[in-house]
């Protein structure tokens, strides 16, 4: 892992450890604010980032929502409008719900909202799974550049990049680092 | 006792329907082929439910789905439970679901009245149990009872050209792994499946559960009849050697030969015929003939007399015959104290039973190699299955869910017995 500080030029070092961890602060108040009251709140994170934000949320709900939701995992693999084309192959077992999602309110997690169609294929998984009373959408990172009409729910901070730049969230569960970097294509 | 145990109809529909939403169409049946992603799905359904049950879930090296609820005493083997979620393209909501779902009802009451038995109870969902993929069926249940070696499926091809191998790799799989699969004798201390029935014997019998004393095995083969094609004009009737003629004398002894024998049953299911022009002399037909009966010896004396009927028309017509045995299975009898047990716990809840053969090929038939096995019936309206219209009423399939789980309650309290 190349450190921030050497990346090449058109890469830019948008947030930092701190500032990831104040975004999650802001996120969790605004968790409770809103789906306190709701019915059986839950957290649900998407595979492999959501999932870990999802579990950094709920320790900062502990003791402000009782009791704290429950936290689940989904691998949407099998739900990827490019299912085909994958070279990861699904897991049976990799989506790990242990609670059931029927009249629950479902916080869904994930770190960068973009085109939207990974947030279809959690949708569809979820349905497939149980029949919640809501669904709403908690992202780090909304980017831009919809193709589907999905919006989130609260967004910890939005990005405005062209289409062809890269975000990165990187977390030290998965990448051993904290940032988010923004790479713009090259023109 | 077992009638303290009541099924929650409600509960089983849910399943039934949330199974159901995945690859069902309400004008073009199922698309749940094994190993496609609606099947994926399925399975991925199945183990979150299990795991909200507070099931160990395991997927073995071929995909089949696991979920495990331990006993009171370690060391045991467990009474398995369960069926399969795999569907034939364009087919029905029932086959194969309704028996996951009434294995997952028995852990849900068991859980809910806090029953704790002796033995553990294991749900199983067997991958590929449907033919309509690879062309061979009860591949999952095959390979975990050692009926084959992964070897001999693995080079199995789809429609399309995909081997049975990629299928796995795309599902996630190692079929380097397959093998692992495979379990011994005495690692289960018994099988029950419940499957609709696939015929009508049980409508026609106004009965709610048939209990199944046997499962019918086939014998398959394709016949080549080669004559001499011709044009239909210019060859006097002398001069024809029409494989067409030929093969409709077959046809009908297989049909003869089967009305003889009573308790086997045989089926000319596909005749493909060459050139197939209206203008000329048929010169080559090929015939798909299925042979079945509970019955082995029966069986096999069917296919001897077939042989011999089939070399009498080369004979009298000068044809060139070919046989090519397809798959040729031994049928088999499920356990007998097994049957006493369901048929004894079908007359506790007053439930119109019979007695009867299953003439459709079940994983059952495998596991019973490894364990004692049995299997309950639920009547399909019509005896319609493999198609969208496929149908079992919700009561008699809360009714057969019931005996099923008064049955597992006292195979995992109990034992088999002696």
């Not at chain 1, 609670?99 to 998984?125: C, H, P, S, W």
């Not at chain 1, 959408?137 to 550049?145: A, F, P, S, T």
């Not at chain 2, 975990?144 to 199995?156: R, S, T, Y």
């Amino acid at each position: 892992m190349t450190p921030v500080a050497e990346r090449p030029d058109n890469e830019h070092h948008v947030l930092d450890e701190k500032q990831i961890g104040q975004l999650l602060d802001e996120l969790a108040d605004d968790i409770v604010n809103h789906y306190r009251e709701s019915t059986e709140p839950c957290l649900i994170g998407i595979r492999r980032r959501g999932d870990v934000l999802a579990a950094r949320l709920r320790e900062r709900l502990a003791g402000r929502m009782s009791p704290p939701p429950p936290l689940g995992r989904l691998d949407i693999t099998l739900y990827r409008d490019d299912f085909d084309s994958l070279s990861k192959n699904p897991v049976i077992g990799e989506t790990d719900i242990p609670f059931e999602l029927d009249g629950r309110t479902v916080i869904l997690v994930d770190d960068v909202l973009f085109t939207g169609r990974t947030i279809r294929a959690a949708l569809g998984q979820i349905l497939d799974l149980g029949r919640p009373a809501r669904v709403v959408l908690v992202v780090l990172i909304d980017r831009g550049w919809r193709e589907l009409p999905i919006a989130a729910d609260l967004v910890g901070h939005t990005l405005i990049t062209e289409p062809d730049d890269e975000v990165k969230v990187l977390l030290n569960d998965t990448d051993g680092i904290e940032a988010v970097i923004l790479r713009q294509a090259e023109s | 006792m077992s009638s303290q145990l009541t099924v929650n109809p409600r509960r089983i529909e849910s399943n039934l329907r949330a199974f159901a939403r995945i690859g069902y169409s309400p004008d073009g049946g199922m698309s749940r082929l094994a190993f496609s992603r609606t099947d994926l799905r399925a399975r991925q359904l199945l183990f979150h439910v299990m795991h909200n049950l507070g099931l160990v879930t395991r997927v073995d090296g071929f995909g089949n789905v696991f979920g495990r609820l331990e006993g009171t005493e370690t060391g045991l083997p467990p009474l398995l439970i369960g069926s399969h979620l795999d569907a034939v393209p364009g087919g029905g909501r029932f086959d194969g679901s309704i028996g996951v779902a009434a294995a997952l009802e028995v852990v849900a009451l068991f859980r809910e009245r806090q029953i704790l038995t002796r033995y553990p109870l294991e749900v199983v969902s067997f991958a590929s149990e449907e033919s309509s993929r690879f062309g061979r069926g009860t591949l999952g249940s095959g390979i975990v009872a050692g009926v084959w070696e992964p070897e001999q499926i693995l080079d199995l091809i789809d429609a399309k050209g995909i081997t049975l191998r990629r299928a796995l790799q795309r599902a996630g799989l190692d079929p380097d792994n397959v093998a692992t699969a495979r379990r011994s004798p005495g690692d289960f201390l018994a099988y029950l499946e419940m499957h609709i029935e696939q015929g009508r014997v049980l409508e026609d019998a106004r009965a709610q559960i048939g209990v199944v004393e046997g499962i019918a095995a086939p014998t398959r083969f394709r016949v080549q009849v080669k004559g001499q094609a011709d044009h239909s004009g210019a060859t006097p009737m002398g001069l024809r050697r029409d494989a067409l003629t030929g093969a409709a004398e077959i046809i009908l002894a297989v049909e003869r030969l089967a009305q003889q024998a009573g308790n086997v049953v045989c089926t000319v299911g596909a005749a493909r015929v060459d050139p197939g022009a209206i203008n000329v002399v048929p010169g080559r037909v090929e015939l798909l003939v299925d042979v079945r009966s509970i019955d082995g010896a029966a069986k096999a004396a069917v296919v001897d007399r077939i042989r011999a009927a089939i070399d009498a028309v080369a004979l009298a017509r000068d044809l060139d015959i070919s046989i090519q045995i397809l798959t040729d299975e031994q049928p088999v009898k499920l356990d007998q104290r097994v049957i006493a047990t369901l048929e004894r716990l079908c007359d506790v809840r007053a439930t119109p039973r019979r007695r009867m053969m299953s003439g459709a090929g079940h994983d059952a038939m495998h596991i019973a190699h490894l364990c004692p096995a049995g299997m309950i019936l639920a009547p399909s309206r019509n005896g319609i299955s493999h198609h969208r219209a496929e149908w079992t009423d919700l009561k008699d399939i809360v009714a057969g869910a019931q005996v099923f789980a008064d049955a597992a309650l006292e195979f995992a309290t109990n034992g088999v017995g002696e």
